[in-house]
């Protein structure tokens, strides 16, 4: 998150440092709580939904089907997380770098 964060505020001019960075961490703040909330929603769902197919397949043993189904809801979990940085990283990859002194020049052009 930190080159992101550092390659982002190298384009913003001084005098608006201090509202950019308070921006970024406004927004960092959120979204990283929109996350967490998105999955601990995923992991129940996820858990609930294995306890009811290890009980359905005949397991019996509660402590058995409570661990092994939190277990797999956690790997499930993972793997959308993967999925996202999997589709987010070569997105990544195409942000253009622009440097200060560059666009100075072009403005002074």
Known sequence: MMPASSAGMEQIPKQLSGHASSISNWTRNVFGSFAIAIFSSLLTTETLKHAKHLAVGGATD???????????????????????????????????KIRRNEEAQKNAA
Do not use: H, K, R
């Open 62 to 96: 509660e402590s058995y089907i409570q661990m092994m189904s939190f277990t797999m809801s956690v790997n499930d979990v993972y793997f959308i997380a993967t999925l996202i940085v999997i589709v987010a990283l070569p997105i990544c990859l195409f942000i253009p």
